[in-house]
């Protein structure tokens, strides 16, 4: 079965300043996707960044982008620039390619906190 | 609808009360999933559905759970005879159709609290 593990329950990052977020995971597939999603406080799961895990350049949106080590099966997501509406929880997710296969698997998530 | 849509937002309950929550997909997508979120943790999966039917329930925690897709759009998610453990936000998604690459969009939840 395919766990995610997100080692950090909590950080903070100043204003303006970057940060990086650690998630590794563990599968014995070679064909999948990985995920951050971010929560704020409405509850609802907003998609941050997706990548394939046969693509081999990291995948970038704006000031979010992510550091995929797939042999040593690490997901990192780094924010630059930080702003105060960056504040939330982060999830890491894991989701194989194979059609028919939807779950998503979640990890237990990082909040960070933006110091003004 | 312009995203997924879930209700009620809240629901408080009494141990043993039997529970409906709705979801509204986004308008036009066949795939819908519920997945329930605990305090402190991740979404863990429950049920998808392709179209009407079920594709995969393995998620559901025993046979007090049950969800419906009756037209393919609308998604009721059944507890009965609910416990304290079912507290918990209850999280609805959709996306355009099945498979890995395809974005899923998620409502707000519905915060069951079981008294």
């Known amino acids: 079965a395919q766990t995610v593990t997100q080692s950090q329950p909590e950080m903070s990052v100043q204003e303006a300043e970057t940060v990086t977020l650690s998630c590794t995971y563990d599968t014995s597939e070679s064909d999948y996707y990985l995920f951050w999603y971010k929560q704020p406080p409405s509850r609802q799961m907003i998609l941050v960044i997706r990548?394939?895990?046969?693509?081999?350049q990291n995948a970038t949106e704006n000031r979010f982008s992510v550091n995929f080590q797939k042999a040593a099966k690490s997901f990192s997501l780094k924010i630059s620039d930080s702003q105060l509406g960056d504040a939330a929880m982060y999830f890491c997710a894991y989701r194989y390619s194979n059609f028919g296969n939807e779950k998503l698997t979640f990890g237990t998530g990082t909040r960070l906190t933006i110091i003004p | 609808g312009a995203g997924v849509s879930q209700t009620p937002s809240n629901k408080v309950t009494e141990k043993g009360k039997y529970v409906e929550l709705r979801c509204d997909p986004i308008?036009?997508?066949?795939?819908l999933y519920w997945y329930r979120q605990s305090l402190g943790q991740g979404p863990e999966f429950l049920i998808y559905?392709?179209?009407?039917?079920?594709?995969?329930d393995s998620g559901l925690p025993n046979d007090r759970f049950f969800a419906v897709r009756p037209e393919g759009s609308v998604s009721t998610l059944k507890i009965q005879r609910t416990e304290r453990g079912d507290s918990a936000v209850y999280l609805c998604?959709?996306?355009?159709?099945?498979?890995?690459?395809?974005?899923?969009?998620f409502g707000e939840g519905s915060w069951l609290t079981v008294v």
């Open positions: 998604a959709s996306s355009l159709t099945a498979g890995g690459g395809n974005t899923i969009y």
């Open positions: 559905f392709q179209g009407t039917g079920a594709a995969d």
């Open positions: 308008s036009g997508h066949t795939a």
């Open positions: 990548q394939e895990a046969y693509k081999q």
